[in-house]
């Protein structure tokens, strides 16, 4: 479907994968609502783009990629990747301002702001839906259970002391804030994971993550609370 108004990005994408796997592709735009409504209700389908390869209806991108044997991901599954890419992305922003700010990688000050940054990336995350944060932290978090509005100061408690703590000001304020979270949020997973054996999704990389309660999240509490403590006795 290719209209003023709108490009299918299925569409382009199926005539992507066709092309790198070396099909001579024969592409047939619908310019038009009225066209995609006529060739649906024609061929019988429900969405468009549509594939055929020699005359057999592969279906759409997601069917494409199946049929050529690529993997298609599963909504549903659960993945620690959004997690890996806020941490990696968060070490490699710390190690950089390391190098601009002292002409080498490798400083304590580093992985101080690799604990700030990755706090900020965190906040923003659940910032982006904190209703959705709150609704799963609710399943878990042992305070936000007894006050239900801490779910939705949660997510910028974490970013506030983040940005703080990257500045290196107000320790007396950041410092206290990010071990108060840490703590409870520390205890909130041991006892739903560890003690209660419950099987749930982590909020913290926001409401609409497939990412497990567990390691990742009790990870995220005991480095502010690390964090906090180093900072203060500093």
Same mark, same amino acid.
């Given at each position: 479907? *290719?209209?003023?108004?709108?490009?299918?990005?299925?569409?382009?994408?199926?005539? $992507?994968?066709?092309?790198?796997?070396?099909?001579?592709v024969e592409d047939h735009p619908l310019?038009? =609502?009225?066209?995609?409504?006529?060739?649906? *209700?024609?061929?019988?389908?429900?969405?468009?783009?549509?594939?055929? +390869?020699?005359?057999?209806?592969?279906?759409?991108?997601?069917?494409?990629? =199946?049929?050529?044997?690529?993997?298609?991901?599963?909504?549903?599954?659960?993945?620690?990747?959004?997690?890996?890419?806020?941490?990696?992305?968060?070490?490699?922003?710390?190690?950089?301002?390391?190098?601009?700010?002292?002409?080498?990688?490798?400083?304590?000050? *580093?992985?101080?702001?690799?604990i700030a940054i990755s706090m900020c +990336?965190?906040?923003?995350?659940?910032?982006? $839906?904190?209703?959705?944060?709150?609704?799963?932290?609710?399943?878990?978090?042992?305070?936000?259970?007894?006050?239900?509005?801490?779910?939705?100061?949660?997510?910028?408690?974490?970013?506030? *002391?983040?940005?703080?703590?990257?500045?290196?000001?107000?320790?007396?304020?950041?410092?206290?804030?990010?071990?108060?979270?840490?703590?409870?949020?520390?205890?909130?997973?041991?006892?739903?994971?560890?003690? $209660? =054996? =419950?099987?749930?999704?982590?909020?913290?990389?926001?409401?609409?993550?497939?990412?497990?309660?567990?390691? +990742?999240?009790?990870?995220?509490?005991?480095?502010?609370?690390?964090?906090?403590?180093?900072?203060?006795?500093?």
């Amino acid at each position: 479907m *290719a209209t003023p108004d709108h490009t299918c990005p299925y569409g382009l994408k199926s005539l $992507d994968l066709l092309r790198r796997e070396g099909f001579d592709v024969e592409d047939h735009p619908l310019e038009s =609502r009225e066209a995609t409504d006529a060739f649906m *209700a024609e061929r019988g389908v429900n969405t468009t783009p549509q594939t055929y +390869i020699d005359g057999a209806r592969i279906g759409g991108y997601e069917a494409l990629q =199946r049929h050529l044997g690529h993997a298609v991901k599963d909504p549903d599954a659960t993945s620690y990747r959004p997690v890996v890419a806020i941490f990696a992305v968060a070490l490699a922003m710390a190690l950089a301002t390391s190098w601009a700010a002292y002409g080498t990688l490798f400083t304590v000050r *580093a992985l101080e702001w690799f604990i700030a940054i990755s706090m900020c +990336i965190l906040g923003i995350q659940k910032l982006q $839906d904190v209703e959705g944060f709150s609704t799963m932290f609710l399943n878990y978090d042992l305070l936000a259970q007894r006050v239900v509005r801490y779910g939705y100061v949660y997510p910028f408690a974490e970013a506030f *002391a983040g940005v703080l703590m990257i500045a290196g000001a107000l320790v007396w304020i950041a410092a206290p804030v990010a071990l108060f979270i840490g703590t409870i949020g520390a205890v909130s997973v041991i006892k739903a994971v560890y003690v $209660d =054996r =419950r099987e749930l999704k982590c909020a913290c990389v926001g409401g609409s993550s497939n990412v497990p309660l567990g390691f +990742i999240s009790l990870t995220e509490n005991l480095m502010m609370v690390a964090m906090a403590v180093w900072m203060l006795a500093k």
